[in-house]
């Protein structure tokens, strides 16, 4: 089973950046997938950016592509997601997601682990 601890949601003012924190645990691949997904009330889940852990392969979003990085941190076996010049359309739930990499890109993965979610909200 795998655990994903995600970290990093606050308040932010417009302009500003984030960066969101995913630890996953209590996995045996030799590779995953890892992604982010964001989900506002009302609307469908979108999918943010992904990656593949060990090969660092990454995938973005048309709403963040150009203001966001994704990478892994491999000491602290962590992903980060970082979005730059946040809007309010940024505001939303954000998930870190989990799935074993068998080939081919993380963008087009269906995940299943899931993280609990960490708030972002941005104002002006």
């Known amino acids: 089973q795998v655990q994903l601890a995600e970290s990093g949601g606050g308040s932010v003012q417009t302009g500003g950046s984030l960066t969101l924190s995913c630890a996953p645990s209590?996995?045996?691949?030799?590779?995953?997938?890892l992604g982010w997904f964001r989900q506002v009330p009302g609307k469908a889940r979108e999918k943010v950016a992904t990656i593949n852990y060990r090969g660092a392969v990454q995938g973005y979003g048309d709403s963040v592509k150009g203001r966001a990085a994704i990478w892994v941190d491999h000491p602290k076996k962590t992903v980060h997601l970082q979005i730059n010049n946040l809007k309010a359309e940024d505001t939303a739930m954000y998930y870190c997601a989990a799935e074993k990499y068998t080939g081919g890109q993380c963008w087009t993965y269906d995940y299943a682990y899931w993280g609990q979610g960490t708030r972002v909200t941005v104002s002006s």
């Open positions: 209590g996995y045996t691949w030799h590779n995953l997938c």
